[in-house]
C-alpha cells in the first residue's frame, strides 16, 4: 500500500520561502508524476504542480513564477517550494501520486499524504 | 483555464436518501472528470475517476455520469459515512482544476 506523508515547518515568516517534503513509502517514486495541491482553511483544493520522477515539471501558472517542485529518487521524496509566501498562502498542503497519463482517464490522484497546516505569520 | 462550477453547495439529506451532486465546466472535458470525498480534517479520498469508473473499495452506492460539460455524483442511499465534502476535478487540461465542493450534512 502506497503511503505518502509531507514534513516541513508549520509556520512561515511572510516573505520568506516555504519547503516541505514527501516521503514515498511502500512503492517506488519511478515511473509516476506525484504533485502539491493545497487547501485554505475552510476552502477549496487548488492544485500546485507535478514532477515527474524524471524530473519534468508543470505548474499552476498562478503559482509558477514561486513554485519549484523537485524530486529524489534515492531517497524516494519529492519536495516544494513556495517562495514569497503571503498570509494568503496559508493552507493545508498535500501531497498526492498522480495516476496517469492513461488513454481513457487522462489523470487522477489516487493516493494523498495527510495534509500538513502551513500558517505564514511573522 | 477550464471553471468547474459544482450545485447544489450544500445540502441535507437523511439516511437512505438518493442524493445526487451536478458539476459543469466551463468547456467540453469529455470524460475527464473525477470525483472525491473529503472529512473534515482529512486528505480527499477518490470515489470515481474518467467520470463513471469506480475507484477500487469504494462502495457501489456512488456512481458517476456524464461526459463534454456536465456530470453527476449520485449515492443511492445515503449512509451515515457519506457525510462529506464532495469535489469534481477536471484534467483535460493539465492545469488541473476542482470544483468548490458540495458539502452533504444530516438532515
Known amino acids: 500500500q502506497v503511503q505518502l506523508q509531507e514534513s516541513g515547518p508549520g509556520l512561515v515568516k511572510p516573505s520568506e520561502t516555504l519547503s516541505l517534503t514527501c516521503t514515498v513509502s511502500?512503492?517506488?517514486?519511478?515511473?509516476?508524476?506525484w504533485s502539491w495541491i493545497r487547501q485554505p482553511p475552510g476552502k477549496g483544493l487548488e492544485w500546485i504542480g507535478y514532477?515527474?520522477?524524471?524530473?519534468?515539471?508543470n505548474y499552476n501558472p498562478s503559482l509558477k513564477s514561486r513554485v519549484t517542485i523537485s524530486v529524489d529518487t534515492s531517497k524516494n521524496q519529492f519536495s516544494l517550494k513556495l517562495s514569497s509566501v503571503t498570509a494568503a498562502d496559508t493552507a493545508v498542503y498535500y501531497c498526492?501520486?498522480?495516476?496517469?497519463?492513461?488513454?481513457?482517464?487522462?489523470?487522477?490522484?489516487?493516493?494523498w499524504g495527510q495534509g500538513t497546516l502551513v500558517t505564514v505569520s511573522s | 483555464d477550464i471553471q468547474m462550477t459544482q450545485s447544489p453547495s450544500s445540502l441535507s439529506a437523511s439516511v437512505g436518501d438518493r442524493v445526487t451532486i451536478t458539476c459543469r465546466a466551463s468547456?467540453?472535458?469529455?470524460?475527464?472528470l473525477n470525483w472525491y470525498q473529503q472529512k473534515p480534517g482529512k486528505a480527499p479520498k477518490l470515489l470515481i475517476y474518467a467520470a463513471s469508473t469506480l475507484q477500487s473499495g469504494v462502495p457501489s452506492r456512488f456512481s458517476g455520469s456524464g461526459s463534454g460539460t456536465d456530470f453527476t455524483l449520485t449515492i443511492s442511499s445515503l449512509q451515515p459515512e457519506d457525510f462529506a465534502t464532495y469535489y469534481c476535478?477536471?484534467?483535460?487540461?493539465?492545469?488541473?482544476?476542482f470544483g468548490p465542493g458540495t458539502k452533504v450534512d444530516i438532515k
Open positions: 476535478q477536471q484534467s483535460y487540461s493539465t492545469l488541473f482544476t
Open positions: 511502500g512503492g517506488s517514486i519511478g515511473t509516476y508524476y
Open positions: 498526492a501520486r498522480v495516476r496517469g497519463p492513461l488513454p481513457a482517464a487522462k489523470y487522477y490522484f489516487d493516493y
Open positions: 514532477i515527474y520522477y524524471s524530473g519534468s515539471t
Open positions: 468547456q467540453s472535458i469529455s470524460s475527464y
